[in-house]
């Protein structure tokens, strides 16, 4: 396909947006007649599920010799910037397909961000890297302006604002937050950074700053994803910034970011302490409490990705070794420390239960066929669907819940106790919502909730005998019971060792005050790279995208959660994606050194000869085949990841690696070593 064909360089129509491929007639004649603006006409056909469901390779950027950390496209989507391991930026022309600009950064390091400064006509660019400096390029004369050498450990992403052409931040793996501003002289010295607008050490063990995002909107507000659950986000407007001053010695030798970030770590830094509202916390409600559990088992969790929508409101995590959750900025009474209260009243509780419509019915029909075959995973897809048309339907909710409650994946747990509980509220004589409402208590170990919920449906029952001596009610009773009485014989003093610092408790009232999450996104992998992005796609997000470990990139529909297209993009990992600001258009990149583009393919493309070979063949990996190969079989790949998500990361590479030689070898191809860039 041209590329010409997607953009429309020049179309009298508009500057931009794919304008060749119209999937509404109705849209197309109010743009005619003039009610409608040709930019809300591009707004609205920017992506549909046609669209997704089209998507494909149509053009490769190559030049890199190492992985493909980052790319950034500029503000109209005419260049495209990418970082590497190979400790150069490139920066792509897109609409003639050539590399524009080679930057030798001079980082010895890994290059993990890279961000065009806004207002600067594209002209300078922003690096951060491994080496924990900062670097800023003129792009035309190829001449660094700036190096920063705030950070004491890598550097992992960089974020800009349109309301501060000449300010920027890094978050780095030293648990700092960096604020630069280009119109004022340089702050710092060999000892002393004065520039630190976040300090989480004081609050956390060892704290790594994974990404950092502005709100679009209310650009005051700035998120922040590190080695934990939470998703914080900070009003700028309330933060002062601090200094942070090291000892002399640790500058003497080449181990001196080493020795500084050793000191940063151990030692509790005076920083004031933050006023009232100035940051907001949200995590999954289920992870907190599971957060230890993991630790203790190997198994950390952290935010590897976060994203404002374009309006906003939201907020979008992808949580390393987790799922992807989506978050209401404005939520205020979704908590994370909510409890499931007996006989409380709700809006949302009717007299009249709702009658489900006629396309809800079919597909919850659906999904109960599919229940009953044990495919879980489709079953929830139906009623998803049946739950866009019928939102208030305590039946729809209670049949997801035990689909979730049978899928186990991680999240199901939780998730069915919330929509048990919705189950329930709508109709407190659903006795089958009851009843997977106590189980989904038990499975997140609410025990004291889940004797209470027991005890009354002994009260609403007890004329039914059948109901509360059944086999199935009395087993999750007895292990209740028997949950409850290991918890008072084993439990700890409640005492404190040690008297908590102000930061420390501070710490602990954020956490508790966290919201809880609206949607969530399944079927990815995200456990070996810490630098795996997920976004919105659309002018409206009506899409949800991410890469994943096993190659493959996921797109979901925003409103169901279901997965629309998964497509093979790396053939190792996917890490990034970038849709375009105007036209159907996303890049990505990962462990291969290549950048790929992908597009909409013409109708006519779709043909009986070339659409076999754009599949994965039946008895295939999960996930395989070549570069651009749709994964047909999604519920056995979604599977797979959910395994790998459990697994040993190292063991999965290891396989990763001999699978790939073994497939190497039966093409004709040798390979020296496992790949050098699978871990970040």
């Given at each position: 396909?041209?590329?010409?064909?997607?953009?429309?360089?020049?179309?009298?129509?508009?500057?931009?947006?794919?304008?060749?491929?119209?999937?509404?007639?109705?849209?197309?004649?109010?743009?005619?007649?003039?009610?409608?603006?040709?930019?809300?006409?591009?707004?609205?056909?920017?992506?549909?599920?046609?669209?997704?469901?089209?998507?494909?390779?149509?053009?490769?950027?190559?030049?890199h010799?190492?992985?493909?950390?980052?790319?950034?496209?500029?503000?109209?989507g005419?260049?495209?910037a990418?970082?590497?391991?190979?400790?150069?930026?490139?920066?792509?022309?897109?609409?003639?397909?050539?590399?524009?600009?080679?930057?030798?950064?001079?980082?010895?390091?890994?290059?993990?961000?890279?961000?065009?400064?806004?207002?600067?006509?594209?002209?300078?660019?922003?690096s951060?890297?491994?080496?924990?400096?900062?670097?800023?390029?003129?792009?035309?004369?190829?001449?660094m302006?700036y190096?920063?050498?705030?950070?004491?450990?890598?550097?992992k992403?960089?974020?800009?604002?349109?309301?501060?052409?000449?300010?920027?931040?890094?978050?780095?793996?030293?648990?700092?937050?960096?604020?630069?501003?280009?119109?004022?002289?340089?702050?710092?010295?060999?000892?002393?950074?004065?520039?630190?607008?976040?300090?989480?050490?004081?609050?956390?063990?060892?704290p790594?700053?994974?990404?950092?995002?502005?709100?679009?909107?209310?650009?005051?507000?700035?998120?922040?994803?590190?080695?934990?659950?939470?998703?914080?986000?900070?009003?700028?407007?309330?933060?002062?910034?601090?200094?942070?001053?090291?000892?002399?010695?640790?500058?003497?030798?080449?181990?001196?970011?080493?020795?500084?970030?050793?000191?940063?770590?151990?030692?509790n830094?005076?920083?004031?302490?933050?006023e009232?509202?100035?940051?907001?916390?949200?995590?999954?409600?289920?992870?907190?409490?599971?957060?230890?559990?993991?630790?203790?088992?190997?198994?950390?969790?952290?935010?590897?990705?976060?994203?404002?929508?374009?309006?906003?409101?939201?907020?979008?995590?992808?949580?390393?070794?987790?799922?992807?959750?989506?978050?209401?900025?404005?939520?205020?009474?979704?908590?994370?420390?909510?409890?499931?209260?007996?006989?409380?009243?709700?809006?949302?509780?009717?007299?009249?239960?709702?009658?489900?419509?006629e396309?809800?019915?079919?597909?919850?029909?659906?999904?109960n066929?599919?229940?009953?075959?044990?495919?879980?995973?489709?079953?929830?897809?139906?009623?998803?669907?049946?739950?866009?048309?019928?939102?208030?339907?305590?039946?729809?909710?209670?049949?997801?819940?035990?689909?979730?409650?049978?899928?186990?994946?991680?999240?199901?747990?939780?998730?069915?106790?919330?929509?048990?509980?919705?189950?329930?509220?709508l109709?407190?004589?659903?006795?089958?919502?009851?009843?997977?409402?106590?189980?989904?208590?038990?499975?997140?170990?609410?025990?004291?909730?889940?004797?209470?919920?027991?005890?009354?449906?002994?009260?609403?029952?007890?004329?039914?005998?059948?109901?509360?001596?059944?086999?199935?009610?009395?087993?999750?009773?007895?292990?209740?019971?028997?949950?409850?009485?290991?918890n008072?014989?084993?439990?700890r003093?409640?005492?404190?060792?040690?008297?908590?610092?102000?930061?420390?408790?501070?710490?602990?009232?954020?956490?508790?005050?966290?919201?809880?999450?609206?949607?969530?996104?399944?079927?990815?992998?995200?456990?070996?790279?810490?630098?795996?992005?997920?976004g919105?796609?659309?002018?409206?997000?009506?899409?949800?995208?991410?890469?994943?470990?096993?190659?493959?990139?996921?797109?979901?529909?925003?409103?169901?959660?279901?997965?629309?297209?998964?497509?093979?993009?790396?053939?190792?990992?996917?890490?990034?994606?970038?849709?375009?600001?105007?036209?159907c258009?996303i890049?990505?990149?990962?462990?291969?050194?290549?950048?790929?583009?992908?597009?909409?393919?013409?109708?006519?493309?779709?043909?009986?000869?070339?659409?076999?070979?754009?599949?994965?063949?039946?008895?295939?990996?999960?996930?395989?085949?070549?570069?651009?190969?749709?994964?047909?079989?999604?519920?056995?790949?979604?599977?797979?990841?959910?395994?790998?998500?459990?697994?040993?990361?190292?063991?999965?590479?290891?396989?990763?690696?001999?699978q790939?030689?073994?497939?190497?070898?039966?093409?004709?191809?040798?390979?020296?070593?496992?790949?050098?860039?699978?871990q970040?």
């Amino acid at each position: 396909m041209e590329i010409d064909s997607i953009f429309h360089w020049g179309s009298s129509c508009s500057s931009y947006g794919a304008f060749g491929i119209r999937s509404s007639y109705a849209l197309q004649s109010e743009a005619r007649y003039g009610l409608i603006s040709p930019v809300q006409f591009r707004r609205m056909q920017q992506w549909s599920v046609e669209f997704v469901r089209r998507l494909g390779l149509f053009w490769e950027l190559k030049g890199h010799e190492g992985c493909v950390n980052c790319i950034e496209w500029n503000h109209d989507g005419t260049l495209l910037a990418s970082g590497s391991d190979d400790y150069r930026v490139r920066i792509w022309d897109i609409p003639h397909r050539k590399e524009k600009h080679v930057i030798a950064t001079g980082h010895t390091g890994n290059i993990f961000g890279v961000k065009f400064l806004p207002g600067s006509a594209d002209n300078i660019v922003i690096s951060a890297a491994a080496d924990g400096t900062v670097r800023v390029f003129d792009v035309n004369y190829q001449e660094m302006l700036y190096c920063f050498s705030c950070h004491v450990n890598r550097v992992k992403r960089v974020a800009v604002s349109p309301d501060s052409p000449s300010v920027f931040w890094s978050a780095g793996e030293d648990g700092l937050v960096i604020q630069y501003d280009l119109r004022e002289p340089k702050r710092c010295d060999a000892n002393t950074c004065r520039q630190v607008l976040i300090n989480l050490n004081p609050y956390m063990t060892n704290p790594e700053c994974k990404s950092i995002a502005c709100n679009p909107v209310q650009m005051h507000y700035m998120a922040v994803g590190a080695t934990d659950c939470f998703t914080r986000m900070y009003d700028r407007r309330k933060l002062k910034l601090s200094s942070i001053t090291y000892p002399n010695h640790m500058f003497d030798d080449s181990r001196g970011l080493v020795r500084r970030y050793s000191w940063l770590s151990s030692h509790n830094t005076e920083v004031e302490p933050l006023e009232p509202g100035c940051v907001k916390y949200f995590a999954p409600g289920h992870l907190p409490q599971k957060e230890q559990e993991s630790r203790n088992q190997w198994r950390n969790f952290s935010i590897t990705d976060v994203r404002f929508s374009a309006d906003g409101t939201s907020i979008l995590s992808n949580i390393g070794g987790e799922q992807i959750y989506l978050f209401s900025v404005s939520e205020s009474s979704n908590k994370v420390a909510k409890t499931f209260s007996i006989g409380e009243q709700s809006p949302l509780r009717s007299k009249n239960i709702e009658e489900i419509s006629e396309y809800a019915q079919k597909n919850k029909d659906l999904g109960n066929e599919y229940y009953h075959r044990g495919d879980h995973n489709s079953a929830i897809a139906y009623y998803n669907r049946a739950l866009l048309m019928s939102p208030r339907s305590s039946v729809l909710y209670s049949n997801r819940a035990v689909a979730l409650i049978k899928r186990k994946w991680d999240g199901d747990s939780y998730q069915a106790l919330l929509d048990a509980y919705m189950a329930y509220v709508l109709d407190p004589a659903n006795e089958k919502a009851h009843f997977r409402l106590i189980k989904g208590l038990a499975l997140v170990k609410r025990w004291k909730e889940a004797k209470e919920w027991c005890e009354d449906f002994h009260r609403q029952y007890d004329n039914r005998r059948q109901l509360v001596t059944s086999p199935s009610f009395l087993e999750l009773e007895q292990q209740i019971t028997d949950a409850l009485k290991a918890n008072r014989n084993g439990k700890r003093s409640r005492q404190q060792t040690k008297e908590l610092s102000a930061m420390e408790t501070q710490e602990i009232k954020w956490r508790e005050a966290a919201s809880d999450y609206r949607n969530k996104f399944v079927g990815h992998c995200n456990t070996t790279t810490d630098i795996k992005e997920a976004g919105f796609l659309g002018q409206n997000g009506e899409f949800i995208m991410a890469g994943s470990d096993d190659g493959s990139f996921f797109i979901w529909d925003r409103k169901s959660t279901n997965l629309v297209k998964v497509i093979r993009g790396d053939s190792n990992i996917v890490n990034c994606l970038q849709p375009h600001p105007t036209s159907c258009v996303i890049a990505t990149s990962g462990i291969d050194n290549e950048v790929r583009l992908w597009a909409p393919r013409a109708v006519e493309e779709k043909d009986e000869t070339e659409e076999p070979a754009r599949r994965s063949p039946a008895g295939a990996e999960p996930a395989s085949g070549p570069i651009g190969t749709e994964v047909e079989d999604v519920t056995r790949a979604t599977d797979a990841n959910q395994r790998r998500m459990n697994a040993d990361p190292w063991t999965m590479i290891l396989g990763d690696w001999i699978q790939n030689q073994a497939n190497a070898a039966g093409a004709g191809v040798v390979i020296n070593g496992p790949p050098n860039c699978a871990q970040q």
